[in-house]
């Protein structure tokens, strides 16, 4: 039988800082595109919107509770990059926000922006998988698809898709703006995620396969 041999630590840990830096660069192409935000953040900004705190307080708050659900049902999946995740994303998306201000605007007409939001889905899918299959610790909401892949006879991409439906949902009900990019988003990140983590990021995180004798 075939089993995924683990590559050294630093390795691994500069796969997950690469992922969760370009991770900002998807935000980024996702707010320019003005077609909807992922999932996940169009309902932590609709709840916001709703009680009046703002987003990044919205998203602490959210965040621990999907933390808690993390050291309950599966804590080995919390590590570094757990916190790295959960408190670098925003700085890595206004680092690419200055950056990419000079080059980007919003485009006028509707396939430019559709260009930018389906680049968007793409990085932010790439660098999921990047920083998921460093496993130096799982994002507390990407946690969730994971446990539930682990508890549910579900294929991960289909996890992911029923969370990222069920977050979209919660948008629609508290009054957020689901748009295109919300709708290609929960359809789409998990499929994405699952095909870069195959075919890329186990072999820049250094994972190869060697036989074993049952």
Not at 29 to 42: E, I, Q, R, T, V
Not at 149 to 178: M, N, Q
């Given at each position: 039988?075939?089993?995924?041999?683990?590559?050294?630590?630093?390795?691994?840990?500069?796969?997950?800082?690469?992922g969760?830096?370009?991770?900002?660069?998807?935000v980024?192409?996702?707010?320019?595109?003005?077609?909807?935000?992922?999932?996940?953040?169009?309902?932590?900004?609709?709840?916001?919107?709703?009680?009046?705190?703002?987003f990044?307080?919205?998203?602490?708050?959210?965040?621990s509770?999907?933390?808690?659900?993390?050291?309950?049902?599966?804590?080995?999946?919390i590590?570094?990059?757990?916190?790295?995740?959960?408190?670098?994303?925003?700085?890595?998306a206004?680092?690419?926000?200055n950056?990419?201000?000079?080059?980007?605007?919003?485009?006028?007409?509707?396939?430019?922006?559709?260009?930018l939001?389906?680049?968007?889905?793409?990085?932010?899918?790439?660098?999921?998988?990047?920083?998921?299959?460093?496993?130096?610790?799982?994002?507390?909401?990407?946690?969730?698809s994971?446990?539930?892949?682990?508890?549910?006879?579900?294929?991960?991409?289909?996890?992911?898709?029923?969370?990222?439906?069920?977050?979209?949902?919660?948008?629609?009900?508290?009054?957020?703006?689901?748009?295109?990019?919300?709708?290609?988003?929960?359809?789409?990140?998990?499929?994405?995620?699952?095909?870069?983590?195959?075919?890329?990021?186990r072999?820049?995180?250094?994972?190869?396969?060697?036989?074993?004798?049952?």
């Open positions: 039988m075939f089993q995924l041999k683990n590559p050294i630590w630093w390795r691994r840990f500069l796969v997950m800082i690469f969760v830096s370009i991770m900002g660069m998807g980024v192409l996702f707010k320019l595109s003005l077609m909807g935000n992922d999932p996940h953040s169009a309902m932590v900004m609709a709840i916001g919107n709703c009680i009046n705190l703002s990044s307080s919205m998203l602490i708050i959210i965040n509770i999907w933390f808690i659900l993390e050291i309950f049902l599966n804590r080995k999946l590590g570094i990059g757990t916190f790295f995740n959960w408190f670098c994303v925003g700085i890595f206004d680092m690419w926000a950056i990419l201000d000079n080059f980007l605007t919003t485009p006028d007409n509707m396939i430019s922006r559709f260009i939001m389906f680049t968007g889905v793409i990085i932010l899918s790439f660098s999921a998988a990047l920083y998921q299959t460093a496993n130096l610790g799982i994002a507390p909401y990407d946690a969730i994971l446990i539930m892949d682990e508890h549910f006879p579900l294929p991960y991409f289909w996890c992911r898709i029923i969370t990222d439906s069920a977050c979209a949902a919660v948008t629609f009900l508290f009054g957020g703006i689901v748009g295109l990019g919300t709708l290609f988003c929960a359809l789409g990140l998990g499929p994405f995620i699952n095909f870069f983590t195959k075919t890329v990021a072999k820049l995180c250094g994972y190869e396969k060697t036989v074993t004798v049952p």
